[in-house]
């Protein structure tokens, strides 16, 4: 069964930084991208960032680029997100998610975390 | 990127059929058979009911359809029950492999 466990999140100032960690479990990580996806309090779902399967592929959406970074540790079937600069507006449930493919090209998201939460507030 | 366009809410009755529309640009949706449809009942995470326009994923009910015309994608789910009461999002594939979700219908059943 796959299982996707988010980590990270948490309340930071405006302009700070943190971050997020998805320890996955129950597949052959190395071999499927992944893609994280956020969810502002009582909002809809905003896709934020992907990465294919050996890491060397990675995309963003125009809101978060140049602030956010993905990567992913394969010997440690891990997927992060390294979220900078952190404005109001990137408050959210921050999902980690699977994809049926090794690219990010497919839109076929088979799996999803229960997300961790980032509130950004002073 | 802005978000594909959904209608905020459709509602019907038990046994009904309602189609839930999902309206993009020729940047996404009219370009790319890259359509997906997900479902999320309230404090649960997402759960996909169509892949590549129109096809389910093992385990989805046939109740559960797909289908696009020109820029917009559109999601049929027929004899309705009590326990589709959710919010449904289109996501699609666009231009330089990034991805952009619909605004979300949330469908009440009478």
């Known amino acids: 069964e796959v299982q996707l466990l988010e980590s990270g999140g948490g309340l930071v100032q405006p302009g700070g930084s943190l971050r997020l960690s998805c320890a996955a479990s129950?597949?052959?990580?190395?071999?499927?991208?992944m893609s994280w996806v956020r969810q502002a309090p009582g909002k809809g779902l905003e896709w934020v960032s992907g990465?294919?399967?050996?890491?060397?592929?990675?995309f963003y959406a125009d809101s978060v680029k140049g602030r956010f970074t993905i990567s992913r540790d394969n010997s440690k079937n891990t997927l992060y997100l390294q979220v900078n600069n952190l404005r109001a507006e990137d408050t959210a449930l921050y999902y980690c998610?699977?994809?049926?493919?090794?690219?990010?090209?497919?839109?076929?998201?088979?799996?999803w975390g229960q997300g961790t939460l980032v509130t950004v507030s002073s | 990127q802005s978000a594909l366009t959904q209608p905020a809410s459709v509602s019907g009755s038990p046994g009904q059929s309602i189609t839930i529309s999902c309206t993009g640009t020729?940047?996404?949706?009219?370009?790319?058979?890259?359509v997906s449809w997900y479902q999320q009942h309230p404090g649960k995470a997402p759960k996909p009911l169509i892949y590549?326009?129109?096809n389910r994923p093992s385990g989805i009910s046939d109740r559960f359809s797909g289908s696009k015309s020109g820029n917009t994608a559109s999601l049929t789910i027929s004899g309705l029950q009590p326990e589709d009461e959710a919010d449904y999002y289109c996501?699609?594939?666009?231009?330089?492999?990034?991805?952009?979700f619909g605004s979300g219908t949330k469908v009440t059943v009478l």
């Open positions: 998610t699977k994809e049926k493919g090794s690219e990010v090209d497919t839109v076929k998201v088979d799996s």
């Open positions: 129950g597949f052959t990580f190395s071999w499927f991208a």
């Open positions: 990465i294919n399967h050996s890491g060397d592929r990675r």
């Open positions: 020729s940047s996404d949706v009219g370009t790319y058979n890259l």
């Open positions: 590549e326009v129109s």
């Open positions: 996501c699609s594939y666009v231009y330089g492999n990034t991805y952009v």
